[in-house]
């Protein structure tokens, strides 16, 4: 996890081996899980400092204003404790099991479960409107406050009207969780950039090499959206 697309809603992910896409998960909650991960997925561990996390608040898809403070004006900013990145790391983890279960339609284990559960009865961050009309955060945000508004945007997520849409990439090496919140609801991919192309060119190859007039399997029929960006 790197940075925010300019202009467009998601993050950019940089993957260790150099290569880069746009990814929107489409919630906050998801946002958090490429940072790493339990068991294999700690190879892409981003989450080591306090700094790590407040970058990955700035880069998020909440408001600006959750930078860290600079000077006398420290105190605007989001404080982040190294107890607090070992709690980011904790409430991450339970998400990615929880979400995979989800997507499984199992239940999450009971210690998953109190691990958000714990997180979102925190004091999440204070909104506040701003004189341009735009929303911003009261001064004082924490580590602990900025993890139980993830807590509680996961439980919206998970008892929210697009329970039902959380999926994984449909590629067979990716495991990138996303919500697919377009209207058709038949987005498959992580992102369109990475695994959607993959699919395209092995699917061209495919179809170059078979017999003519023979279908090639997993090639999209007409009418079928392989774009694995939300569609309006």
Known sequence: MSGRATNTPGLVLRHPDG??????????????????????????EVLHEPADLVRWAEESRLPDGLGPGTGSRSGDGLAVSAAEVADARALRD???????????????????????????????????????????WTPGGTGTALLSTVARDAIDLFAGAYAHRIRTCGAHDCRLLFVD???????????????????????????????????????????????GEAAD
């Open 19 to 44: 290569s880069s896409f746009r990814f929107d998960p489409g919630a906050l909650c998801l946002e958090l899980l490429p940072t790493g991960g339990p068991g294999p997925l700690s190879y892409f």
């Open 94 to 136: 339970a998400l990615w099991r929880i979400t995979e279960s989800r997507v499984r339609e199992e239940p999450p284990a009971p210690d998953d479960l109190a691990t958000l559960n714990d997180a979102a009865a925190r004091p999440s961050l204070t909104p506040r409107l701003t004189v341009g009309g735009e929303r911003s």
């Open 181 to 227: 919140t377009s209207r058709p609801g038949k987005r498959r991919w992580c992102s369109m950039e990475r695994c959607g192309n993959r699919h395209k060119v092995r699917a061209h190859r495919a179809r170059l090499t078979a017999p003519d007039g023979e279908a090639t399997n997993g090639e999209a029929t007409n009418g079928e959206a392989t774009n």
